[in-house]
């Protein structure tokens, strides 16, 4: 089938914040799910950008979030980078752009849906079209594993955990791969977004060099 989206290339950001360096794991293996679906990712450190790569977010057709969960919910690294987007929020900057998320943490639930469900808040109040996971939930009969994609079982966004006790290059696989998955997702979904303001003549998308 010929969906249109072929000549489309979208722009995705990943804009996420990782203090010990587990969620940065992530973050770049949503980044390589974007590019296997044919879209152009840039991954931005929201508490190490500075005020001229606003634009790269502004320009972008799709933002997913990322965020470790601490106390249950964002980190504080996160939520001054949320907060510092409440004139774009007021303009209506980010509107109708993708968003999507991810989160990590040290325990099996840590209570991370609540980091997902704030970073869907962000994306409401920005007036942005959410994406959810997409995937069935691994591990939860007798012949499920760890080793399953989406093994923690979360719909709303990818929910990862890695031990507290171990470095970055132990992110759980199957936690890196349900996360390429998101980047994927996201990709193909905006990619027939933009198709479809094509074909309503809304817009006139740049064809891919
Ligand atoms: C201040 C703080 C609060 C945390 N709160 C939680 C929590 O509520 N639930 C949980 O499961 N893990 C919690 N953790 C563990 C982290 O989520 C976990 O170590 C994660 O891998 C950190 O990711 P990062 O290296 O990207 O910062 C907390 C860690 C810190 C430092």
Known sequence: MNDGTTTIRPSVVVAYHSGRGHTAV????????????????????????????????????????????????????????????????????????????????????????????????????????WVNLGLAAGWNSTTGSEHDLNRLGFFLGAGAQTDTDVAADRVHHSDALTCRHLGARVAEVTAQLLAGRRAAGRCRPQPVG
């Open 26 to 129: 992530l973050a770049l293996a949503v980044a390589e799910g974007v590019r296997q679906a044919g879209a152009t990712p840039t991954v931005l450190a929201v508490d190490d950008f500075t005020d001229d790569q606003w634009p790269v977010l502004d320009g972008a057709d799709a933002i997913v979030f990322g965020s470790p969960t601490y106390m249950g919910n964002v980190s504080a690294g996160f939520q001054t980078f949320a907060e510092r987007t409440s004139r774009r929020c007021v303009e209506g900057t980010w509107r109708d752009k993708v968003a999507a998320g991810f989160t990590n943490s040290g325990s099996k639930s840590g209570d991370k849906l609540q980091t997902l469900m704030a970073m869907a808040v962000l994306a409401a109040q920005h007036h942005m079209h």
